[in-house]
């Protein structure tokens, strides 16, 4: 059974509804990922599983138990949210304690527990500072502290990283990875940013328009797009349409294409990243060649995107530095048989 399951939930604002008839199922100890662009519901959605806000319908279930009425206080989850900021008159021993004090756990035990969750974030000795006297990065560890000392059910983080440069960033999301293996918690984790959420989900959910258009392991996601939206969000760029012809996979030019992983159906979108379009010159023999010529070059440093205008539409190709095609070049595309994922038209 899920540790977290909301089930034919409707919610938004006023009259406005972002989430219709949203279900999600989170297993107990997994870390799970809820990714989508800005405005989609993520917030929304964490906000009803934290207990801020209610659901016009529909339910939240926690552990087996019906917890869509229960206050907020009553739930014992974690928060990080990117707002969520420490209390700047406090030290960081306080700020941690607070939760501890509220729950009116006794001196030496909020000693013991602060110690204990201040070394594991690597902040021991640093009790007595004040947050403005620390970096984004160690506050941001005390907010992941001051979360986790009440040893929730579950955490709940809301962009916890997007306040911080780069580097830090991809420091931090191992560290939250590691703590979470090593504390065995279930995490739900709301991001914008796929690499960050590939990077530490045991699932991602992709939400498009107040729906989970697919919800896998990120291997899945990033290899077998369901949709034509997650196949976006994942890198593929240039999408053709096939269609079943005596047995052979056709595009609208009446060149047949040969894919290593066909599916049942006679109509398709066919998609291909940039980087696995393999670019030859003009005339040369290879798998599934689209012949096309070069309209616009781009310097991107480590290769070279070249958009070329072909019979099925433009395709974006990056390739290595080394071969040059000037704009009006006579290429062909090699769309290689296992590059090519079909997806089915009326799913998405
Ligand atoms: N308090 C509010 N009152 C009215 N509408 C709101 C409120 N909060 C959010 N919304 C609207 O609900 C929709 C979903 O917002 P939500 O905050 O869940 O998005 P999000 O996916 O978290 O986006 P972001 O990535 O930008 O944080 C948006 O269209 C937003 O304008
Ligand atoms: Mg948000």
Redesign the pocket.
């Known amino acids: 059974m899920a540790l977290l399951e909301l089930r034919n939930i409707t919610a938004?604002?006023?009259k406005?509804m972002?989430l219709r008839d949203f279900s999600l199922q989170v297993e107990r100890g997994h870390f799970v990922s809820l990714l989508?662009?800005?405005?989609?519901?993520?917030?929304?959605?964490l906000r009803l599983i934290a207990g801020f806000a209610q659901p016009e319908s529909g339910s939240v279930i926690f552990d087996g138990r019906d917890i869509t009425h229960v206050p907020l206080h009553r739930r014992n989850f974690g928060f990080v949210f990117q707002s969520y900021a420490l209390f700047p008159h406090m030290t960081v021993f306080d700020n941690v304690a607070f939760g501890l004090k509220m729950r009116r756990i006794g001196k030496e035990e909020i000693r013991k527990r602060v110690g204990e969750i201040l070394e594991l974030v690597d902040l021991r000795g640093f009790e007595k500072r004040y947050p403005r006297e620390m970096s984004g990065g160690q506050r941001q560890r005390v907010a992941l502290a001051r979360a986790m000392v009440i040893r929730p059910d579950m955490m709940l983080f809301d962009?916890p990283l997007s306040n911080l440069d780069a580097k830090l960033r991809v420091k931090m999301r191992v560290e939250i990875r590691r703590l979470q293996q090593e504390l065995g918690f279930t995490a739900i984790y709301?991001t914008?940013d796929q690499e960050e959420c590939f990077a530490i989900s045991d699932e991602v959910a992709i939400?498009n328009k107040g729906v989970i258009e697919q919800m896998d392991s990120p291997y899945h996601i990033f290899n077998s797009p369901r949709t034509e939206f997650i196949a976006h969000f994942v890198g593929f760029e240039n999408f053709f349409d096939l269609t079943r012809q005596s047995g052979k996979l056709t595009a609208g030019n009446g060149l047949a294409f040969r894919v290593a992983r066909d599916m049942p159906g006679e109509r398709f979108r066919a998609c291909i990243r940039p980087e696995d379009v393999i670019l030859h010159s003009a005339g040369e023999t290879c798998e599934n060649a689209l012949p096309g010529e070069v309209l616009v070059t781009t310097f991107l440093g480590r290769n070279v995107q070249y958009n070329v205008r072909t019979a099925i539409g433009e395709f974006a190709v990056k390739a290595e530095q080394g071969n040059v095609y000037s704009i009006g070049s006579r290429v062909q595309l090699e769309l290689s048989a296992n590059k090519i994922i079909l997806i089915d038209p009326t799913d998405s």
């Open positions: 938004g604002y006023d406005n972002i989508g662009s800005s405005g989609c519901g993520k917030t929304t959605t962009e709301v914008h939400m």
